[in-house]
């Protein structure tokens, strides 16, 4: 089935400093990705639409300067946290879709295993 | 705007029985699509179960199965002889144009 890669898995970074998370699609062709973000026992919410080969779409309330995504590859998106706060330390998820899963797949994500950020 | 409401933070089964996952849910699309995912300790989201608006028939996975209520706008998720690895945070979700809306999740505990 369809795989997500995302790497680091944990990463920890003094505050001040850029963080970068890769999201690659490992067996298929990904035109669409989406980062969400989740507070520990919270829910996931989601931060912005990456496409490849044009601009994210940012969601209400996300900083694009602070979030900075690229898509500029069918399997790969990363998303850079520049200069990283505190508040920023969060475990952040991408997923992916997979174009060619036609009308069966419709709407159907695969998500990565996700990336803890912690912002000393 | 498009909610999704999880009224359970914690349920709990006893292992081998039926638990019952409450999902509500407010859209404007006519179009969408209702998923429930499972979180487990290992944080990877898995796709349990999923249902297109437009299909009356619920949609049903081995043990998992949903009850859609689409004028209620009510998505349960039934999980029947409750297994040990059953234990995760589940969560619901709205989608349309594959971007979904979360609900705050329900965690699940499994005694043996």
């Known amino acids: 089935g369809a795989v997500v890669s995302q790497h680091p898995s944990r990463v920890i970074c003094k505050s001040g400093t850029s963080v970068k998370i890769e999201c690659r699609s490992l067996?298929?062709?990904?035109?669409?990705m989406f980062w969400y973000r989740q507070f520990p026992k919270k829910s996931l919410m989601l931060m912005a639409t990456s496409n490849e080969g044009s601009k994210a779409t940012y969601e209400q309330g996300v900083e694009k300067d602070k979030f900075l995504i690229n898509h500029a590859s069918l399997t790969l998106s990363t998303l850079t946290v520049t200069s990283a706060h505190p508040e920023d330390s969060s475990f952040y998820i991408c997923?992916?879709?997979?174009?060619?899963?036609?009308?069966?797949?419709?709407?159907?994500?695969?998500f990565g295993a996700g990336s803890r950020l912690t912002v000393l | 705007a498009q909610t999704v409401t999880q009224s359970q933070p914690e349920m709990s089964v006893q292992e081998a029985e039926t638990v019952t996952l409450s999902c509500t849910y407010d859209?404007?699309?006519?179009?969408?699509?209702l998923f429930w995912y499972k979180q487990p300790p290992s944080r990877q989201m898995i796709l349990v179960i999923r249902?297109?608006?437009?299909?009356?028939q619920n949609a049903t996975e081995n043990r998992f199965s949903v009850n859609f209520q689409k004028a209620a706008k009510s998505f349960s998720l039934k999980i029947s002889d409750s297994q040990l690895g059953d234990a995760a945070m589940y969560f619901c979700?709205?989608?349309?144009?594959?971007?979904?809306?979360f609900g705050k999740g329900t965690l699940l505990t499994v005694n043996p």
């Open positions: 979700a709205l989608g349309g144009n594959y971007k979904l809306t």
């Open positions: 997923s992916a879709r997979d174009v060619g899963q036609g009308a069966y797949g419709a709407n159907v994500l695969t």
């Open positions: 859209t404007s699309e006519s179009d969408y699509y």
């Open positions: 249902q297109e608006a437009y299909k009356q």
């Open positions: 067996d298929f062709q990904a035109t669409t």
